[in-house]
């Protein structure tokens, strides 16, 4: 059995157009229906924000792997140094069910979370046909920092400014000497003139409540940042990952659900965006929110892209 942690996934790196492609692909299963993936889990005891998150699925197509991620979140890690996700990830031979692989490091995570987000962008500036976008950020956390490498490494050429913003300090070390990238003092600034939003934070209290920027993408990537009445302004242009994943555990959409009469009928999901080309459809002005809970299927199939660079790797040194 193959078993990878931390360092292992470093030295391979991060190729985020494979990994964007990757995503994709896992999609276009999703559409075939050549995936399993049951409704997961939440195990909580004694602090009830605290969980822990069993995610299983089955990836058929080129990825062809079965699998568990084993996830915790557990926010106060944040005041004791400690990182506020653990997550191990086993992968199954899909022909016999025998363990192939182990990959304990919550990077997987972190770059499977970005990479969904690099393929929203993508589809989104396919369609808009965006040039000097402005992008805002909010929260600073690895999820932030991963974020801002993947806009970075995909569409540089695209950014004109980049702004960030965290309730505690964020390291100038890791925004580096880009001029283009800055730290602002508020999530407004921040939100106000950003052609895509992200965010990143580790809220269980939304405060956003202003009107976005006409034909803007927002990354609700922390599901649950934004106040039920902004319903207003995104309610015929909201996509979701998968319905029944995400309209729970007082994600916003479930707020909007219950508080706004949200219908699983009146969103798209990140299928309708791959295979449908589905922003297309929408109104050229309207802003655009995406809600990723977080599906298995592309834990598995990013898994089993750095399973398969380590194999790679380890035949090669024998050779």
């Known amino acids: ?101 182990v990959i304990n490091t919550p990077l997987i995570s972190v770059i499977r979370t970005a990479s969904v987000s690099g393929l929203m962008i993508k589809h989104f500036c396919r369609s808009r046909e965006l040039q000097d976008v402005h992008i805002g950020i909010t929260g600073f956390g690895p999820i932030g920092q991963y974020h801002l490498q993947m806009c970075k490494h995909l569409f540089g050429d695209r950014i004109e400014s980049v702004s960030i913003y965290d309730k505690r300090a964020i ?19 921040a939100y106000t003139n950003s052609d895509i939003f992200i965010t990143c934070t580790v809220s269980d209290t939304p405060y956003i409540d202003k009107k976005p920027k006409e034909r803007s993408l927002h990354l609700n990537v922390s599901l649950r940042d934004y106040k039920s009445l902004v319903y207003q302004w995104f309610k015929d242009s909201i996509i979701v990952d998968n319905w029944e994943e995400v309209c729970r555990e007082k994600t916003d959409i479930e707020m909007m659900h219950l508080k706004m009469k949200l219908k699983k009928e009146q969103t798209k999901s990140i299928v309708d965006v791959v295979v449908n080309d589905v922003i297309n459809d929408f109104e050229t002005d309207a802003p655009i929110m995406f809600n990723p809970m977080g599906m298995a299927v592309f834990d598995i199939a990013i898994g089993g892209l750095y399973f398969q660079a380590e194999k790679k790797e380890i035949l090669h040194e024998m050779v």
């Open 171 to 189: 390291d100038p070390l890791l925004i580096g000497d880009d001029p283009k990238i800055g730290i602002v003092d508020s999530w407004e600034k």
């Open 1 to 101: 059995m193959l078993i990878q942690d931390d360092d292992s996934i470093r030295r391979i790196g991060i190729n985020w157009n494979k990994t964007v492609q990757v995503i994709e692909k896992t999609v276009l299963c999703l559409h075939s229906n050549i995936y399993a993936q049951p409704i997961k889990p939440y195990l909580r005891y004694g602090d009830m924000k605290n969980r822990i998150i069993a995610m299983p699925a089955y990836v058929g197509g080129a990825v062809n792997l079965a699998g568990i991620k084993w996830i915790s979140s557990f926010p106060d890690n944040i005041k004791k140094g400690l990182p506020r996700a653990h997550s191990v990830i086993i992968l199954n031979d899909p022909d016999t069910g025998a363990p192939i692989g």
